[in-house]
């Protein structure tokens, strides 16, 4: 029996150490969402900050107090504000961020590199009160202290805001969670709180898995902690592209994609593929009333769809995996 316990206690170590999530920018894979694509309908430009310290052994040191509330608001630009060990900011959205086909917002660090990456929980709320966390992952390993100024590799972090360098956003999909207080459709509240990424467990910030999250630390600096440059909208009531598709007289699926994507509705319509930079990346001209599109030489990542006939013109948000 021991020996069985001891086997599958080496398993679960194994499949955790070998387990790969998506890659860093400029990688086939990546789920980086760059700032310049068209798939954002809004930007984050109200909120409560709530600073952190600059080193969270050492409280005589005062609170973080790099950049200001407005460097958070408006496009990523790379002109941030610091939160300090476990500082955070909640934006407030009048017009809610709804959940629509894939991710639905998305949040910006500043980092200049792939692998200098500081990180940061993200909460949801429909009413400021209950707050529902992102499920997330950190297999980066935490016997030895990730430094200040240390890396990480982004194929060990999962839903940690920060996994992507800057003016590339990290992606939130709302459908991910499941909380009776919250209406995925109402999100009025994003809160983004830094992670403190010491392996002292007295102080370290844990996934959701309670292992301790190892990340660049201590950034005893003015600049401490997660550095928020902006959050962008992918769909909120007002922009939804899943209200635009609704009055779509074509029926896209699958969604998520991979080899092949179908398309069922009227004939003679033009088909346009942008990339997450706007790029048009391929068009097809639909002559039958069903038709499907091999989509074999995409590669993996987010997509916007422009279907567009006589009587007008329809947008679509898909992903392929």
Same mark, same amino acid.
Request: include cysteine.
């Given at each position: 029996?021991?020996?069985?316990?001891?086997?599958?206690?080496?398993?679960?170590?194994?499949?955790?150490?070998?387990?790969?999530?998506?890659?860093?920018?400029?990688?086939? /894979?990546?789920?980086?969402?760059?700032?310049?694509?068209?798939?954002?309908?809004?930007?984050?430009?109200?909120?409560?900050?709530?600073?952190?310290?600059?080193?969270?052994?050492?409280?005589?040191?005062?609170?973080?107090?790099? $950049?200001?509330?407005?460097?958070?608001? /408006?496009?990523?630009?790379?002109?941030?504000?610091?939160?300090?060990?476990?500082?955070?900011?909640?934006?407030?959205?009048?017009?809610?961020?709804?959940?629509?086909?894939?991710?639905?917002?998305?949040?910006?660090?500043?980092?200049?590199?792939?692998?200098?990456?500081?990180?940061?929980?993200?909460?949801?709320?429909?009413?400021?009160? =209950?707050?529902?966390?992102?499920?997330?992952?950190?297999?980066?390993?935490?016997?030895?202290?990730?430094?200040?100024?240390?890396?990480?590799?982004?194929?060990?972090?999962?839903?940690?805001? /920060?996994?992507?360098? $800057?003016?590339?956003?990290?992606?939130?999909?709302?459908?991910?969670?499941?909380? !009776?207080?919250?209406?995925?459709?109402?999100? =009025?509240?994003?809160?983004? +709180?830094?992670?403190?990424?010491?392996?002292?467990?007295?102080?370290?910030?844990?996934?959701?898995?309670?292992?301790?999250?190892?990340?660049?630390?201590?950034?005893?600096?003015?600049?401490? $902690?997660?550095?928020?440059?902006?959050?962008?909208?992918?769909?909120?009531?007002?922009?939804?592209?899943? +209200? #635009?598709?609704?009055?779509?007289?074509?029926?896209?699926?699958?969604?998520?994609? #991979?080899?092949?994507?179908?398309?069922?509705?009227?004939?003679?319509?033009?088909?346009?593929?942008?990339?997450?930079? $706007?790029? +048009?990346?391929?068009?097809? %001209?639909?002559?039958?009333?069903?038709?499907?599109?091999? +989509? %074999?030489?995409?590669? !993996?990542?987010?997509?916007?769809?422009?279907?567009?006939?006589?009587?007008?013109?329809?947008?679509?948000?898909?992903?392929?995996?």
């Amino acid at each position: 029996m021991f020996t069985i316990f001891v086997l599958l206690l080496v398993s679960g170590l194994l499949d955790r150490a070998v387990a790969q999530f998506a890659p860093a920018v400029g990688i086939e /894979g990546t789920t980086a969402i760059s700032a310049d694509s068209s798939v954002f309908v809004a930007w984050g430009s109200h909120g409560q900050l709530e600073r952190g310290l600059m080193k969270i052994n050492e409280p005589e040191m005062g609170l973080a107090t790099f $950049g200001t509330e407005s460097d958070a608001y /408006g496009k990523a630009d790379l002109v941030a504000l610091s939160l300090g060990d476990g500082g955070s900011f909640t934006y407030y959205f009048e017009i809610p961020v709804i959940d629509g086909p894939g991710p639905d917002f998305a949040v910006f660090e500043n980092s200049f590199s792939n692998d200098f990456l500081e990180l940061a929980h993200v909460e949801v709320s429909s009413d400021g009160l =209950h707050f529902a966390r992102f499920r997330s992952v950190s297999l980066t390993q935490t016997q030895t202290q990730v430094d200040g100024f240390g890396v990480l590799e982004a194929v060990k972090i999962h839903n940690l805001a /920060g996994k992507y360098r $800057g003016l590339y956003g990290t992606p939130f999909d709302l459908a991910e969670l499941d909380d !009776p207080d919250l209406d995925r459709n109402a999100v =009025h509240y994003i809160r983004i +709180t830094d992670v403190v990424g010491s392996i002292d467990p007295v102080f370290g910030s844990r996934d959701s898995e309670e292992n301790l999250i190892n990340d660049p630390w201590p950034t005893p600096f003015p600049s401490s $902690g997660f550095d928020l440059d902006a959050l962008g909208v992918i769909y909120d009531q007002r922009y939804s592209s899943v +209200t #635009k598709i609704s009055a779509c007289p074509y029926h896209i699926y699958p969604n998520p994609f #991979k080899d092949f994507l179908f398309i069922n509705g009227e004939s003679d319509c033009e088909v346009t593929f942008f990339d997450a930079l $706007g790029k +048009t990346i391929m068009i097809h %001209q639909k002559v039958s009333s069903h038709e499907w599109i091999s +989509t %074999q030489r995409l590669m !993996p990542g987010f997509y916007c769809l422009k279907i567009q006939n006589n009587h007008g013109s329809w947008m679509l948000k898909l992903l392929k995996q």
